[in-house]
């Protein structure tokens, strides 16, 4: 008796279904980026950004284009601005640096970098690309109150030998973005 | 002798006579008894046959003999045996019988057979008894009762497989619900070599399941036909017929650029599948190979396939990662060659060799970056040609069922 009421339990069993119902909403993104004040040097010469959409997965994709000299050391001091959306302070940082492409397989890219010119005060406020591969893919968290814009800055450094008016390389830098409660 | 000693030995002799036949009789006590040997009757016969005093309308099938098994009953009432037989050897036992009761007589209609068949009951007493079996030759395979008909259009070798949910593939790919599921296919007037594989979800709780060969699993029946224009493939819920072993050779490496290119700090990689292991299924028909792999952000379960009539296919399901990763590449199947599109299906050219593809655009470069996919994709189904002589899946023009009713009522 004693094994078929342990039968008995073990298949017994209550369940409960609590229904609930989920609505898929939207909302703006903590951070809308603009074009940086450079983009109006030379009507975009030396840097420029646009966005596409991209059918297959969805994804709205910013693209920045910025420009080197061959054998010149160039600053780009306003590329890109990062504006808090939000009515709540938004952390934000680059958080990944990957090379996607490179058309040539010379290493024309000396030295690249991305930095947060403004605000200041992170530690490390900079991603790094050296010889055309990141070797510093992350910065640290700045804290963008309420309206409060991010200018992002480039620095680049292209070899002599490389040659005029071409894409040399696409990198993909993520931009992480962490609103605060 | 006295009169009194003929009375007595007659009292005594005789009910020890009748006591001794009683006992020694083949029958017992049966030997005194009177009234008929015996009594036949229509035993337990499908619907579709039509019973008229000792006179049944049966069917025959072009395809096999017809069984009806426990057709007829014969009624012992004596401790005897029948012989049996029939005028068209529709009854396989000679004799029937033994102690006093019901005996089933099963009746095999053979095959192609058409017209008036006497089943003969007799016995050495002079007893006697015959059934009518009234026979109509008929286009359908025996012992089922419905089918499905299938209308195709198309042109060349087609692999139709049938699942037991009634789905209908070809090709692997899944074409239509069709309201009858069974092994037996008919067409052009043939009866086909089939064969039975089961399939397995590789992870549960998808929609659509995503499906593979397994060794347990959902049975699907399949078959090849060839096809020219328009014609009917008939399926029946019927046991498979026989398969003889058929030669097949080991499926084919699956030979093509499968992978994405990634981002990475050093730069671009492609992100290549790396098998895990892979299960060879021989089926009557087909050798199937399944092989799950992986990479960075995918896996990728596939199978390939060889067939007997010179084509052959594969199944390609992935399952992304989510990432925020962008790529210039998505090569979910390049053999080689340019990719083009023909209708609702994509095709390589190599060398010889034509390889169509139903699902998912197969080769992508993306100018600028594009995202790469996430979560399951559709499956991609391929068919390889190297015979130029397939015309791509056949349009399925009308499905319905048919069922069987006794020819006369």
Same mark, same amino acid.
């Given at each position: ?181 | 002798?006295? &009169? ?68 007829? +009953?014969?009624? =012992? ?40 068949? %006497? ?12 059934? =009518? ?38 090709? +692997?790919?899944?074409?239509? !619900?069709?309201?009858?599921? *069974? ?11 089939? +064969? ?23 049975? !699907? ?33 699956? &030979? ?5 290119? =990634? ?32 990479? !960075? ?12 009539? *010179? ?59 594009? *995202? ?20 791509? %899946? ?16």
């Amino acid at each position: 008796m004693a094994v078929l009421l342990g039968a008995a339990a073990l298949f017994a069993a209550v369940s409960i279904i609590n229904v609930t119902y989920w609505y898929v909403n939207t909302t703006a993104p903590p951070v809308i980026k603009y074009v940086g004040d450079d983009t109006n040097v030379m009507n975009g010469t030396f840097v420029k950004a646009d966005w596409y959409y991209d059918s297959n997965t969805g994804l709205n994709i910013t693209r920045i284009y910025v420009t080197g000299v061959p054998g010149d050391i160039v600053n780009i001091t306003n590329a890109l601005r990062v504006c808090n959306n939000y009515d709540v302070p938004v952390n934000i940082k680059i958080s990944d640096v990957s090379l996607l492409q490179d058309y040539y397989p010379d290493i024309y890219i000396r030295y690249m970098a991305v930095r947060i010119v403004d605000p200041p005060g992170a530690a490390d406020n900079k991603v790094v690309i050296q010889d055309e591969a990141a070797v510093d893919t992350t910065t640290d968290y700045v804290t963008l109150a309420p309206g409060q814009c991010a200018i992002l800055g480039v620095d680049l450094v292209i070899d002599t030998n490389a040659p005029y008016y071409k894409t040399l390389a696409a990198y993909q830098i993520n931009i992480e973005k962490v609103p605060q409660s | 002798m006295q &009169r009194e000693q003929v009375i007595r030995t007659l009292l005594f002799f005789l009910p020890t006579l009748v006591f001794i036949i009683a006992l020694t009789a083949p029958g017992g006590d049966y030997a005194f008894r009177t009234g008929p040997l015996a009594e036949v009757a229509a035993g337990q016969l499908p619907y579709y046959v039509y019973v008229s005093n000792k006179t049944l309308h049966l069917y025959s099938s072009p395809y096999a003999p017809w069984p009806y098994p426990k057709a007829l +009953e014969i009624k =012992l009432f004596y401790p005897t045996t029948v012989s049996v037989s029939s005028t068209c050897g529709a009854v396989a036992a000679s004799s029937v019988g033994g102690d006093p009761g019901s005996y089933p007589v099963d009746v095999v209609v053979p095959p192609g057979f058409q017209g008036d068949c %006497w089943v003969n009951f007799t016995h050495p007493s002079g007893w006697r008894d015959a059934v =009518l079996l009234r026979v109509r030759l008929v286009d359908w395979y025996p012992g089922a009762t419905e089918r499905a008909v299938v209308t195709l259009n198309g042109s060349g070798w087609q692999f139709v497989q049938v699942g037991q949910d009634g789905t209908m593939y070809i090709w +692997e790919r899944p074409m239509a !619900r069709i309201p009858v599921a *069974g092994c037996v296919f008919v067409y052009n007037k043939s009866v086909l070599l089939t +064969e039975t594989q089961r399939y397995r979800e590789v992870a549960p709780n998808l929609i659509p399941p995503a499906v593979a060969p397994s060794s347990s699993g959902s049975v !699907r029946y399949g078959a090849f036909i060839k096809l020219e224009g328009v014609s009917q493939l008939y399926i029946y819920k019927a046991d498979c017929p026989t398969t003889p072993r058929l030669n097949i050779s080991r499926p084919p490496p699956l &030979r093509a650029e499968i992978g994405v290119i =990634l981002p990475t700090p050093t730069g671009p990689v492609f992100d290549a599948p790396v098998v895990d292991n892979t299960v060879i299924y021989t089926t009557g028909l087909r050798a199937i190979n399944y092989t799950e792999a992986s990479a !960075r952000i995918y896996r990728l379960y596939v199978y390939t396939y060889n067939t007997p009539v *010179g084509l052959w296919g594969a199944v390609l399901r992935f399952n992304f990662a989510l990432t925020a990763l962008l790529t210039v590449k998505i090569s979910l199947f390049r053999p080689g060659g340019e990719l083009q599109r023909g209708g609702d299906v994509w095709i390589y050219r190599v060398g010889n060799a034509t390889y169509w593809i139903y699902g998912p655009q197969p080769y992508r470069l993306c100018e600028p970056p594009c *995202g790469v996919p996430a979560g399951w994709q559709e499956p991609l189904y391929v068919v390889v040609d190297p015979t130029g002589q397939w015309g791509g %899946w056949p349009k399925i023009v009308a499905v319905r069922r048919e069922s069987l009713q006794p020819w006369r009522s």
